[in-house]
């Protein structure tokens, strides 16, 4: 099976995985706008057991209970959100990967908190809250 790969900006930070992703999508929670400095952010979710980091270990930021963010502690570039509630999974910003085209979202989530002048016409599912119900 073939190896994803992906990286920070400066290159410190590395990480692969292998095998299929549980889900891709965007977000447009409050919280992961922050975070990027970007209207939306757009996620991967990786099954740990499939996930290692290769390069420099990055920093961590307990950004609220039960939430952990990374990022490079070279050039900050945030590379992942982890949460006990996804206690299996890792969720990695699509914009990271090496090959970021490879990338293919399936749904918007949290769009009661987009931003009004975020116009997108991609036609995928969108969700109040979290797909797991609005």
Same mark, same amino acid.
């Not at 990286?7 to 929670?29: D, I, K, Q, S």
């Not at 757009?42 to 920093?59: I, Q, R």
């Given at each position: ?17 292998? +095998?299929?992703? %549980?889900? /891709? ?8 706008r922050?975070?990027?400095? *970007? !209207?939306?952010?757009?996620?991967? +979710?990786?099954? %740990?057991? /499939? ?12 950004? *609220? !209970?039960?939430v ?5 502690p ?61």
């Open positions: 099976m073939a190896k994803t790969t992906g990286r920070c900006l400066c290159g410190a930070v590395t990480y692969a995985f292998e +095998g299929p992703l %549980n889900w /891709a999508g965007h977000c447009h929670c409050e919280s992961c922050r975070q990027t400095a *970007s !209207p939306m952010t757009s996620y991967l +979710g990786v099954p %740990n057991d /499939a996930f290692n980091w290769t390069g420099v270990e990055p920093a961590l930021f307990q950004s *609220s !209970p039960g952990r963010r990374r990022f490079c070279t050039c900050g570039t945030p590379m992942s959100y982890e949460a006990d509630k996804f206690g299996d999974e890792i969720h990695l910003y699509a914009a990271t990967l090496d090959d970021p085209e490879a990338y293919s979202p399936a749904f918007h989530v949290f769009t009661s908190e987009q931003l009004s002048w975020l116009h997108l016409a991609d036609g995928l599912p969108r969700h109040a809250t979290t797909t797991g119900g609005d």
